[in-house]
């Protein structure tokens, strides 16, 4: 719709207030994009990327978990590498009975230990290299706990880059919607004092207020994404996301007051002042009342770097098979064959030898004995071996030989698991820099001098109002979706760090 003629200095006076539109959201959003400070709170302290990695290091409860893993074989390996602890045998004779060749007891009485001891040593000696087998698995299982920490810090941190990359950029297109209200306000505010002045029809402000209030749902969209963002990066440090004071936070720009920290209405009209509309349709509140819920952080990040790959895609592929859940599970397998070999040590039986000693005082004298005797000592030795063990071997070593195979299995699935990341990765890596090359090559720079010559049209006459809000929502559709394609390729280099196990790949922010 054309507006219809108006004065020249009013007219110039309104051009000038949808010229301030662009400039005035451009200004508002600062060169790097995602890193504006937002009134969040006092006890939202500012978290850049670097930071909460190394956070993640020491807190996360993933990687704590898989540390005690390692602290478990290790104690593991102290068992296994011991031997098997010998046995002391120590008893006694507590009662004596006498019985006479027609089969009658005479004598019955109780002994004390004084009178009577036995005593005896038990030590089985393994046979098969039992023991070295023992500790060569236990070591296996260290190393593939060792990796499993390392896989635990790849995949946790990949969710905490993702995380993070999602609160920036919800954080950017806040602040461009912030900017878009900024430049609407600034607009419609003149079009009230003209339309006061009588200089335009209510319907053209009318027209306008309806087709700004899309621009408000981007707001309180991203404000809650922003929140949602950091919630989750909040978790992942085993911070408390909930641990804040509501009402703790908020933007003024947005309208909001802190005593009413859950209010979400429109702001109460306020007096008529000089730029107000006349009562009426027109001088109906048009923003929403939005709350800007606070934080456990206050993530910052320079979320319009492209930084470069730096590495050939041959180079990432042949890093494939050193990425940690593959090199856990190759030492998973290590430690499965280990096990196979110490079942088939089984093979060679063990035997318990036992040594024996007894003293007796009790009376012992044969008959027409010229020497009474004071005690008895008896030595003695044994050997046991166990017997019938052919089944029970036979058994141990298919079910380890069933292990180790699985292993194998679940070994070689890790690495087609692995180049499969990978393949996958470095497709996304392609398609996502193509598209940040497109929207950096050109595409933002055509939205936005669309709009200026939208502009210059509607200041020859040539367009309504209503256009240059169409060539706003275009310009504002474009500017969310470079950022997402930033998003995108700053992700996609965490996937391909992620699935490769490359450090150093990831953006630093």
Known sequence: MRLPPMRLPAAAALALAVLAGPAGAQTSIPAAAGSLPLPVGQAARPLTL??????????????IAARRGVDAARANRLVAASLPPPQV????????????AQGALKGARFLSPGNNIQTGLQVL??????????????????????????????????????AFLGALLARANLEVALGNRQSLDRTEALLRRQLRDGAIPEGDL??????????????????QAYAAGVAAVAALLSADPAAFQAGAGTIPALGINPSQPGRLGP????????????????????????????VAFDVRGRFDAVPDLGIGRDELASAIGSRADVVAAQRQLAAANSNRLLAEAGQSRDVTVSGSWGRSRLSQDLPNSRDQLDAVNSFGIQFSVPIFTQQIVRGNIGVASAQAGQAEA??????????????AGWATYEQARALLNLYTGGALNRAEEAYRSTEQAYLAGGRSLIDVLDALRVLNATRVQANQARYAYLLSLAQLEQATGVSGIAPRL
């Open 89 to 100: 045998v120590v008893g006694n004779s507590f009662a004596q009975f006498n019985e006479t």
């Open 410 to 423: 679940q070994a070689r699935a890790a690495l087609l698991q692995a180049r499969a990341d990978f393949a």
């Open 125 to 162: 000696v393994e046979r098969g290299n039992k023991r070295t087998l023992r500790t060569r698995v236990a070591e296996d299982q260290i190393g593939a706990a060792e990796a499993q920490v390392l896989d635990a810090v790849r995949t946790s941190l990949f969710a905490l880059r993702q």
């Open 50 to 63: 670097a930071e909460a990695e190394s956070l993640l290091v020491e807190r996360n409860l993933v990687v």
């Open 206 to 223: 009318l027209r306008f207020q309806a087709s700004r209030l899309q621009f408000e749902s981007d707001v309180t969209t991203n404000a």
């Open 267 to 294: 702001p109460e009209p306020g007096p008529r002042g000089r730029a107000e509309a006349p009562p009426g349709p027109a001088s109906a509140p048009t923003s929403v009342r939005t709350i800007l819920s606070p």
